[in-house]
C-alpha cells in the first residue's frame, strides 16, 4: 500500500528534529507542520521576513500584514520576530536553516532538483527554491513518486530546467523514503507492502542496495 | 533634493520624478506591503517603457499588476510571476520582457546596490539557467556565480509609521522586500499608514533611517487587501 499524502507528510515530519529551524515550501511540505512529534520544538522561517511561525488563524485573527510565502494568512507566537527579505535571505544562504522541505517535477540520482518551470507550459519563477537548496544544511523533496501520466521523476538525469546542482539530500514519495548517495539511490523505508520490483519499475534512477 | 522631505499626498510626492523610461524598484510581497497609493499614481501619469524590480508584479488589477494592465513596463526583474495571468500571458507572448532573479539574490542585488557594492559571489543558481552567461569564481573550492547590484531611478516604498525626518518603522511581514528597495533607489518616495511628527517614533525602534528617504506622505487606505485568506482547520 503506497503511503497517503498524510502519511508522507508524518514521515517527513519526522525529520524534524527539537531545536531545528526549518522551512517549508508552498504546498503538501507546508502540511509538514501539522505533523511534528510531540515534544519536538521546531522554530519555522518563511523567506519573506518571518521567523517563528504559527498556525492559520480564527477568522478573527486575520490579519493582512501576516502571511506566509504562499502568500496565506498565518499568526504570529510569543517567540515570532520579523526582518526584510535581504536579512531572511542571510540567514538561508548562510546556513543558519538546518532543514528545508520542498516540493519537485524531478530529482535525480545525484540529488539535481528541478521545481520552478517546466518550459513552453508552466512559468511561476523560482521565488525562494534556488537559494533555499544552496544555503540551507539539509533539503528533503516530498513529491509522488510518478507523474500524472505515470512518467518517473526519480531520474538518471533532470530534463527540465534545474532549481539547483547536488542539492537534494532525502526524497519522501507515495512509495518510500530515499536517501540521495554519491553511488545512486538507497531505499531507506519503502512503504508497506510496496516491494523493491514495484520500487525498481516505478524509478529510472539507479536503485543500490 | 530639500530639506523638507513631506508631502500631502501621492500626486505631490510625485511631482518632478515621472518620465518615461525609469527604472523603479518596488516593496512589497505579493500584495504585501506594497506603496499602492504611489503604484495608482504612476498608472494616471501614463508613464511607459518602465523597468520595474519587484519580487512579484501584483496580482491581476491590483497593485503593479495594474501597470502590466495598461502596458506601461517594458521590463520586469523578479522572482516569481505566479498568480498573475497578465504577467504571465504578456511574457510567453514576448510583449514583457522579463529576468528572473532569484529572490535571495534579489534581495541581496538590491541591498548591495544600495550599500555601495557592486557585485557579490553566491551559490544561489550555480549549475542552473541562472549562471548562463555570468563570471562563476571557485572559492575554497566552492563553486560561486557573480551576481551584479541593482540600482534604480525611483524606489517606491510602504512603511506603517514614519515621521517628518523620514524614519520608517514596518508593521510584521510587510517589511519584506521595503527596506532593501528603499536603499537602492536614487529616489526613495514612501507612503506611510501613520505619519507622525519628529519625536514620536523610539530611535531605538527604527527599522530604516531617515537618509534614505527623500519624499513621505500619508496615503489613503481602505481595507487591505489580501491575496490568500487561509484559516485554520
Known amino acids: 500500500m503506497p503511503w497517503t499524502r498524510e502519511e508522507m507528510c508524518s514521515i517527513a515530519a519526522m525529520e524534524l528534529k527539537d531545536g531545528?529551524?526549518?522551512?517549508?515550501?508552498?504546498?503538501?511540505?507546508?502540511?509538514?507542520?501539522?505533523?511534528?512529534?510531540?515534544?519536538?520544538?521546531?522554530?519555522?522561517?518563511?523567506?519573506?521576513?518571518?521567523?517563528?511561525?504559527?498556525?492559520?488563524?480564527?477568522?478573527?485573527?486575520?490579519?493582512?500584514?501576516?502571511?506566509?510565502a504562499g502568500k496565506q494568512t498565518i499568526t504570529e507566537l510569543p517567540e515570532t520576530s520579523y526582518f526584510d527579505s535581504s536579512d531572511s535571505f542571510a540567514m538561508i544562504r548562510g546556513g543558519h536553516i538546518d532543514?528545508?522541505?520542498?516540493?519537485?517535477?524531478?530529482?535525480?540520482?545525484?540529488?539535481?532538483?528541478?521545481?520552478?518551470?517546466?518550459?513552453?507550459?508552466?512559468?511561476?519563477?523560482m521565488g525562494g527554491a534556488m537559494d533555499l537548496v544552496a544555503g540551507v544544511k539539509k533539503v528533503l523533496i516530498l513529491m509522488e513518486h510518478n507523474a500524472k501520466d505515470g512518467q518517473p521523476k526519480l531520474l538518471k538525469k533532470c530534463t527540465l530546467p534545474l532549481t539547483g546542482k547536488s542539492v537534494v539530500n532525502t526524497v519522501i514519495t507515495d512509495l518510500g523514503k530515499f536517501d540521495i548517495l554519491p553511488n545512486g539511490v538507497k531505499i531507506n523505508q519503502a512503504a508497506p507492502n510496496v516491494g523493491i520490483e514495484e520500487i525498481r519499475s516505478r524509478t529510472e534512477a539507479t536503485i543500490i542496495d | 533634493m530639500s530639506s523638507k522631505k513631506v508631502y500631502q499626498n501621492a500626486h505631490e510626492a510625485m511631482q518632478g520624478i515621472l518620465r518615461d523610461g525609469l527604472?523603479?524598484?518596488?516593496?512589497?510581497?505579493?500584495?504585501?506591503?506594497?506603496?499602492?497609493?504611489?503604484?495608482?499614481?504612476?498608472?494616471?501619469?501614463?508613464?511607459?517603457?518602465?523597468?520595474?524590480?519587484?519580487?512579484?508584479?501584483?496580482?491581476?488589477?491590483?497593485?503593479?499588476?495594474?501597470?502590466?494592465?495598461?502596458?506601461?513596463?517594458?521590463?520586469?526583474?523578479?522572482?516569481?510571476?505566479?498568480?498573475?495571468?497578465?504577467?504571465?500571458?504578456?511574457?510567453?507572448?514576448?510583449?514583457?520582457e522579463l529576468e528572473f532573479s532569484p529572490q535571495g539574490t534579489l534581495a541581496e542585488r538590491c541591498r548591495a546596490g544600495g550599500a555601495g557594492i557592486p557585485a557579490f559571489y553566491t551559490k544561489t543558481g550555480v549549475g542552473t539557467v541562472i549562471a548562463d552567461g555570468k563570471e562563476t569564481k571557485v572559492i575554497d573550492g566552492v563553486e560561486y556565480i557573480m551576481e551584479k547590484a541593482i540600482k534604480g531611478d525611483l524606489s517606491i516604498i510602504k512603511a506603517w509609521k514614519g515621521d517628518h525626518s523620514g524614519n520608517l518603522i514596518f508593521r510584521k511581514a510587510?517589511?519584506?522586500?521595503?527596506?532593501?528597495?528603499?536603499?537602492?533607489g536614487n529616489i526613495c518616495v514612501v507612503e506611510v499608514e501613520h505619519l507622525v511628527k519628529i519625536g514620536d517614533l523610539?530611535?531605538?525602534?527604527?527599522?530604516?533611517?531617515?537618509?534614505?528617504?527623500?519624499?513621505?506622505f500619508e496615503g489613503t487606505y481602505t481595507e487591505k487587501k489580501i491575496e490568500f485568506v487561509t484559516l485554520t482547520e
Not at chain 1, 539535481?112 to 518550459?119: E, R
Request: glycine share 12%; charged share 20%.
Open chain 1, 20 to 68: 531545528y529551524y526549518c522551512n517549508l515550501g508552498i504546498g503538501m511540505p507546508t502540511k509538514v507542520a501539522n505533523y511534528i512529534p510531540e515534544g519536538v520544538n521546531v522554530t519555522l522561517q518563511s523567506e519573506n521576513g518571518m521567523l517563528g511561525m504559527g498556525p492559520f488563524p480564527k477568522k478573527n485573527q486575520v490579519d493582512a500584514d501576516i502571511i506566509n
Open chain 1, 99 to 125: 532543514l528545508s522541505i520542498l516540493g519537485a517535477l524531478q530529482v535525480s540520482e545525484e540529488g539535481d532538483l528541478a521545481n520552478w518551470m517546466i518550459p513552453g507550459k508552466m512559468v511561476k519563477g
Open chain 2, 23 to 96: 527604472t523603479i524598484l518596488s516593496g512589497g510581497f505579493g500584495i504585501c506591503g506594497i506603496a499602492e497609493n504611489i503604484t495608482e499614481e504612476i498608472k494616471n501619469s501614463k508613464i511607459k517603457d518602465l523597468t520595474v524590480v519587484s519580487n512579484n508584479c501584483g496580482i491581476d488589477g491590483y497593485g503593479l499588476g495594474t501597470l502590466l494592465q495598461t502596458r506601461q513596463i517594458k521590463k520586469m526583474i523578479s522572482s516569481y510571476v505566479g498568480e498573475n495571468k497578465t504577467f504571465e500571458e504578456q511574457y510567453l507572448n514576448g510583449d514583457l
Open chain 2, 174 to 184: 510587510a517589511r519584506n522586500f521595503n527596506p532593501p528597495m528603499a536603499k537602492a
Open chain 2, 202 to 216: 523610539d530611535p531605538d525602534h527604527i527599522h530604516l533611517p531617515g537618509i534614505y528617504v527623500d519624499r513621505i
